[in-house]
């Protein structure tokens, strides 16, 4: 039987609420560093930590709370001044704290995490008892850096760090491992495990771990009885609009159809349809939480990284208080990974290289969330030294992603774009940070699973800006109906920039592909009837502008219904390319909402050239 039979609710509880306190502690340990003298702040994390070793002791997971007494213990002796914060101590508080995390991991499954390595808990006692001299000058040690261990393979990255080490070099103990393990012990630049991802780290190596399961996503969701309580009083009301139509229906059904009768109807009609309004507002508002709950694990992140590159960076955040829907929260974590990551690698300079450049020598970067209109909008900007589009494209010349004529046809905005091609990178070697070309290629293809638009502006010398575009939830989707023949289909209004008239003298071929000049730009044109496999009848009459996250085409199309707010439903028994899914027009119609990136993928690889003769 499980330890945790009967009480898997509790442990759910437990779970999501240790896991914010966590996030918490890990946050203000990140600015006790800059304020090692802030009693409140110390306060803080002792009280987040005990709450944390209170929630173990009540679950009977007694390894936890182990470790949590004795980093508890430690916090205590800091905020009473019995021990000075050091760099070398906040090293040990945080690979403890990323073991703690680690183990919540185990917990999510429903399992008792394995103990902590006895000699992290020696090491949290030796910091205790005082034994300082020699774990700051283990710390302060010089090691060789990560590019040295390119050739390292990936799997050995979650070993963590070499504790019985570790521990003979608090202490004197004699250790049969090499100087330069004793040396590189503590150093962040060669412990990636605990620094960069504890989420996924175990405490130590283990031969052939057995295999788990991945986590499922959280169900639940935290709902202020405020949201509640309008969606019940707009139940109530509609209840009661409902007994008005259905008493109008029976005198209208028994002849009664004076003018009285039919604008009472109209009246209540008007009513209905405003109180559904407000009620879908109301229930997608149950949905919206604060996108701060997902950020509040990037500072953490920043700094291990950065420490881990030999970089001095802050991570500034705003709009924590920013909601967006919960069913968005996770689905964003790893896009929003890879661009803080890619900011702190890529982006900022070393230390060096920023003072030759006369900058500051602590880099900012800024992770922004704001809601403008029906959207949310998230910004992930450095003051690094930038990105040159000539240097993107000979780096996807060399890697065989474009060509040469191609990549030279390009304008330094679309160039840089090219940083999405799978296996795009600019560096020449790989090491445990970066280096393998998938990073921003999966940022690109989760935002757009979310209906969102990425976009690039980079300037030589000032830095980097990444925006990120959102609608504020899945479950509606703002759409721009068009028609091919009768039949009409749907299209993500995020990607439309304009409409516009296609006249058969405005088509020009360029490499024997149909383009059309709009202000300036030459744009490809692409008929929805070849991306469909349908046959096209007739010239097109208009054409939708539409913006993807690589490029800029007009969708050529028979005519449009105008804009809507659609629900999709997925179609499960068949799921044709190129199709997201289907809804109802408000006259019953059945209108497919294509997928245009798909349907860009897929196949339909230029315009029929035949469409377009004049």
Same mark, same amino acid.
């Given at each position: ?11 759910? #509880? ?9 996030? !918490? ?11 090692? !003298? ?13 709450? %944390? ?10 390894? +936890? ?12 002796? +800091? ?12 090293? /040990? ?6 073991? *703690? ?10 399992? $008792? ?11 949290? @006692? ?23 261990? /390119? ?39 060669? &412990? ?57 229906? &029976? ?14 109807? @109209? ?33 953490? +992140?920043?700094?291990? $990284? ?32 890879? $661009? *803080? ?11 060096? =290289? ?19 209109? #029906?959207? %949310?909008? +998230? ?10 589009? @000539? ?11 474009? @060509? ?50 990425? #976009? ?25 109906? *068009? ?37 300036? =730009? ?14 096209? =009848? ?19 199309? #028979?005519?449009?219904?105008?804009? !809507? !707010? ?12 190129? %199709?997201?899914? &289907? ?32």
């Amino acid at each position: 039987m499980s330890h945790f039979a009967g009480m898997e609710e509790l442990l759910q #509880d437990f779970l999501t609420e240790a896991g914010e306190l966590l996030s !918490d502690v890990d946050n203000k340990l990140v600015e006790l560093e800059k304020r090692p !003298d802030d009693k409140a702040l110390l306060n803080d994390i002792f009280r987040g930590f005990h709450t %944390i070793k209170g929630g173990a002791g009540f679950l009977n997971v007694n390894d +936890l709370v182990e470790l949590c007494h004795r980093t508890e213990n430690l916090f205590d002796k +800091l905020r009473t001044s019995e021990l000075t914060l050091t760099p070398s101590i906040m090293d /040990v508080i945080m690979l403890a704290t990323g073991v *703690v995390r680690t183990m919540f991991g185990s917990l999510s499954q429903a399992q $008792l995490p394995d103990p902590a390595d006895p000699a992290l808990l020696k090491a949290l @006692d030796a910091v205790l008892a005082g034994q300082q001299a020699e774990f700051a000058a283990l710390a302060a040690q010089k090691t060789e850096t990560p590019s040295a261990q /390119v050739e390292q393979p990936i799997a050995n990255e979650s070993s963590g760090p070499d504790w019985p080490a570790l521990y003979q070099g608090i202490t004197g103990a004699p250790s049969e491992t090499s100087t330069v393990a004793q040396e590189t012990v503590l150093a962040p630049e060669i &412990a990636p495990a605990p620094f960069i991802a504890p989420l996924e780290m175990a405490p130590r190596a283990k031969a052939q771990p057995p295999a788990q399961q991945p986590a499922a996503k959280e169900t639940t969701i935290r709902v202020d009885t405020s949201r509640l309580d309008m969606v019940l009083n707009l139940s109530g009301e509609i209840g009661l609009t409902k007994n008005r139509l259905t008493c109008l229906r &029976a005198n209208i059904l028994q002849g009664k159809t004076d003018g009285d009768t039919l604008k009472a109807l @109209d009246e209540a009609v008007s009513h209905l349809d405003l109180l559904v309004g407000d009620l879908q507002n109301a229930v997608m508002k149950t949905r919206m939480q604060p996108i701060g709950r997902l950020f509040q694990k990037y500072p953490r +992140l920043a700094r291990d $990284l950065a420490r881990q590159l030999g970089k001095e960076v802050e991570l500034v955040i705003s709009g924590e208080e920013t909601e967006i829907d919960k069913t968005m929260i996770e689905d964003l974590n790893d896009p929003l990974v890879h $661009l *803080v990551r890619n900011a702190v690698d890529h982006g900022v300079e070393n230390t060096d =290289e920023r003072i030759a450049a006369g900058k500051p020598t602590k880099s900012l970067v800024r992770l922004t969330a704001m809601q403008a209109g #029906d959207h %949310i909008v +998230l910004e992930i900007a450095d003051d690094g030294k930038g990105m040159r589009p @000539d240097t993107i494209r000979r780096k996807a010349v060399e890697k065989g992603l474009i @060509d040469a004529e191609a990549a030279n046809s390009l304008d330094d905005k679309q160039a840089l774009n090219l940083i999405f091609l799978p296996g795009f990178s600019m560096k020449d070697q790989i090491s445990d940070v970066s280096g393998r070309g998938v990073g921003m290629d999966v940022v690109r293809t989760n935002i757009q699973k979310l209906n969102g638009r990425i #976009d690039i502006n980079s300037t030589v010398g000032y830095g980097t800006t990444i925006t990120i575009s959102l609608p504020l939830t899945l479950a509606i989707l703002p759409v721009l109906v *068009v028609r091919l023949g009768d039949q009409p289909f749907a299209v993500p209004l995020s990607m439309v920039r304009e409409i516009i008239p296609i006249k058969p003298a405005e088509i020009q071929r360029v490499s024997g592909r149909a383009t059309m000049v709009v202000r300036d =730009e030459v744009l490809p044109v692409r008929s929805l009837a070849s991306l469909i496999g349908w046959p096209q =009848e007739g010239m097109p009459s208009f054409g939708v502008l539409m913006q993807t996250t690589v490029t800029n085409f007009i969708l050529a199309i #028979d005519g449009f219904l105008g804009r !809507d !707010d659609v629900v999709i439903k997925p179609l499960h028994d068949i799921k044709p390319k190129g %199709i997201a899914g &289907a809804t109802l027009s408000g006259d019953g119609l059945v209108v497919l909402v294509l997928d245009i990136e798909e349907l860009l993928d897929m196949g339909a690889e230029e315009t029929r050239a035949s469409m377009f003769t004049a």
